[in-house]
């Protein structure tokens, strides 16, 4: 399962009465956060998330009300005595654009891994120093898979979504009726092939059915283009930006390459997700909610997002 919290839901430029737009995601008591505008930290601050144990932080774009808290950020983990490295991951130039900004900060006591323009999908994985990207290796089932696309916007920009394998039931009667040594049990347990005393065994020799596992997309900022119905297929949990509430807007939100509510609504429904969650609001845009029917008529499960909105996401 993992917990997730709203960091913001803002877009453009922080206000006093709302942060930029910035999830944090729980999982196996260490953290993800996506996005990082200014302010975010003192959100995180705010929200209890605690900063020693964000081992990844996704970053989908470069637009200051994106970014421009990471520097900061950074120097704050530094200063909770963090010492295990931490993966950044983003487009490129991310790589150059981190170099210049986190020239600035003195000291830091852990590295810092850049991931530019990931594969399409990674493994995201639980080890002694918290969570760690991999390649995927078809000989084992990965724990988590991260999937990145590129999205329309004014910028190079990342969407991402998170997939959380469910193991399958390990079935002793299975193991027995296949005749798999007990030495080996765990191993295929865990998902991987094993080659013993001269034959190979995998892991459909002791496991149930496959499960369904937990999906969770994020989506800013971006036109909703076609590509993205399939990438968010089946999201229990769609948080998408609707940058503009009212339908009066789509002319704004084709010029600036965002979206309205009810086209990320529109995205919901064509991508059979669960439920809906709009962030990263206009700051021309001082009560959200008042719009929401527009995404509600579209897609009924849709929420409006808010500073400090919580959830659990549980296998089902
Ligand atoms: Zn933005
Ligand atoms: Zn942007």
């Given at each position: 399962?993992?917990?997730?919290?709203l960091l913001?839901?803002?877009?453009?430029?922080?206000i006093?009465?709302r942060?930029?737009s910035s999830?944090i995601?729980e999982y196996a008591g260490?953290k993800?956060l996506?996005?990082?505008g200014?302010?975010?930290?003192v959100?995180?601050?705010?929200?209890n998330t605690?900063?020693?144990t964000?081992d990844?932080i996704c970053i989908?774009?470069?637009?200051?009300?994106?970014f421009y808290?990471?520097?900061?950020?950074?120097a704050?983990?530094?200063?909770?005595?963090?010492?295990?490295p931490?993966?950044i991951?983003?487009?490129?130039p991310i790589?150059a654009i981190?170099?210049?900004?986190i020239?600035?900060?003195?000291?830091?006591?852990?590295?810092?891994?850049?991931?530019?323009?990931?594969?399409?999908k990674?493994?995201?994985?639980?080890t002694k120093e918290?969570?760690?990207?991999?390649?995927?290796d078809?000989?084992?089932?990965?724990?988590?898979i991260?999937?990145?696309i590129?999205?329309?916007h004014?910028t190079p920009?990342?969407g991402?979504?998170?997939y959380l394998?469910?193991?399958?039931?390990f079935l002793?009667?299975k193991a027995m009726?296949?005749?798999v040594?007990?030495d080996?049990?765990?191993?295929?347990?865990e998902g991987e092939?094993?080659?013993?005393?001269?034959?190979?065994y995998?892991?459909?020799?002791v496991?149930?059915?496959?499960r369904?596992?937990?999906r969770?997309s994020y989506i800013?900022?971006s036109?909703?283009?076609e590509?993205?119905a399939?990438?968010?297929?089946?999201?229990?949990l769609?948080?998408?930006?609707?940058?503009?509430?009212?339908?009066?807007?789509?002319?704004?939100?084709?010029?600036?390459k965002?979206m309205?509510?009810?086209e990320?609504?529109n995205?919901?429904?064509?991508?059979?997700?669960?439920?809906?969650?709009?962030?990263?609001f206009s700051?021309s845009?001082d009560n959200?909610t008042?719009?929401k029917?527009n995404a509600?008529?579209?897609?009924?499960?849709?929420?409006i997002?808010?500073?400090g909105?919580?959830?659990t996401?549980?296998?089902?």
């Amino acid at each position: 399962m993992i917990d997730l919290t709203l960091l913001g839901s803002g877009g453009g430029m922080p206000i006093p009465e709302r942060f930029l737009s910035s999830l944090i995601i729980e999982y196996a008591g260490r953290k993800i956060l996506i996005d990082c505008g200014e302010g975010t930290q003192v959100a995180m601050r705010k929200f209890n998330t605690g900063f020693k144990t964000v081992d990844i932080i996704c970053i989908t774009h470069f637009h200051g009300d994106h970014f421009y808290g990471l520097p900061g950020l950074l120097a704050t983990i530094g200063n909770s005595n963090r010492l295990e490295p931490l993966t950044i991951i983003g487009p490129k130039p991310i790589r150059a654009i981190l170099e210049t900004s986190i020239l600035p900060i003195t000291y830091l006591p852990y590295d810092i891994y850049v991931v530019e323009s990931p594969p399409e999908k990674v493994e995201i994985r639980r080890t002694k120093e918290g969570l760690r990207l991999y390649e995927l290796d078809s000989q084992r089932m990965p724990e988590i898979i991260l999937s990145t696309i590129q999205l329309d916007h004014s910028t190079p920009c990342l969407g991402y979504s998170f997939y959380l394998n469910r193991k399958p039931k390990f079935l002793v009667s299975k193991a027995m009726e296949n005749k798999v040594p007990r030495d080996i049990w765990k191993y295929l347990q865990e998902g991987e092939s094993i080659a013993w005393d001269g034959a190979i065994y995998t892991p459909d020799m002791v496991l149930g059915d496959e499960r369904r596992g937990i999906r969770l997309s994020y989506i800013t900022d971006s036109r909703p283009i076609e590509a993205l119905a399939d990438f968010i297929r089946g999201s229990d949990l769609f948080i998408c930006e609707g940058t503009y509430g009212s339908d009066d807007d789509l002319d704004k939100a084709i010029e600036n390459k965002h979206m309205t509510f009810r086209e990320a609504a529109n995205l919901a429904l064509n991508g059979e997700v669960e439920e809906l969650l709009l962030t990263h609001f206009s700051q021309s845009m001082d009560n959200p909610t008042e719009f929401k029917d527009n995404a509600v008529s579209v897609f009924a499960n849709t929420q409006i997002g808010y500073d400090g909105w919580k959830k659990t996401l549980s296998y089902k």
